[in-house]
């Protein structure tokens, strides 16, 4: 069993930066890969970032790649999305998910646990 909560999401203006949290606990995630996805009102879930067991590798969407930086903190614990040159299309509620592989997946199916979510608005 994992838990996992995001936090760091709030209101930023377009241009702005925020620094999301994923905090793990319960069973260890720090030999798995980690990912975050978002989900707009009426949208389905997107793939954002993801980064495997030991952080050496990352991935991007086309549409985060260049602004977003998705990095862990192994004896935390904790995976970060550090998002800069946020634009009004960002504005989701943000999830982190493990996959218990080493290299994670870009599809939410994929993922076995998934935090509660925290809001990320972008204002024009």
């Known amino acids: 069993q994992v838990q996992l909560v995001e936090s760091g999401g709030g209101l930023v203006q377009a241009g702005g930066s925020l620094r999301l949290s994923c905090a793990a606990s319960?069973?260890?995630?720090?030999?798995?890969?980690m990912g975050w996805f978002r989900q707009a009102p009426g949208k389905e879930r997107e793939f954002v970032a993801a980064?495997?067991?030991?952080?050496?590798?990352?991935y991007y969407a086309d549409s985060t790649k260049g602004r977003f930086t998705i990095s862990r903190d192994i004896a935390k614990n904790t995976v970060y999305l550090q998002m800069n040159s946020l634009k009004p299309e960002d504005t989701a509620i943000y999830y982190c998910?493990?996959?218990?592989?080493?290299?994670?997946?870009?599809?939410?199916?994929?993922?076995?646990?998934w935090g509660q979510g925290t809001q990320v608005t972008v204002s024009s």
């Open positions: 998910a493990v996959d218990f592989t080493l290299e994670p997946a870009a599809h939410p199916d994929d993922y076995d646990y």
């Open positions: 319960g069973r260890a995630v720090s030999r798995y890969g």
């Open positions: 980064i495997n067991w030991n952080g050496r590798n990352t």
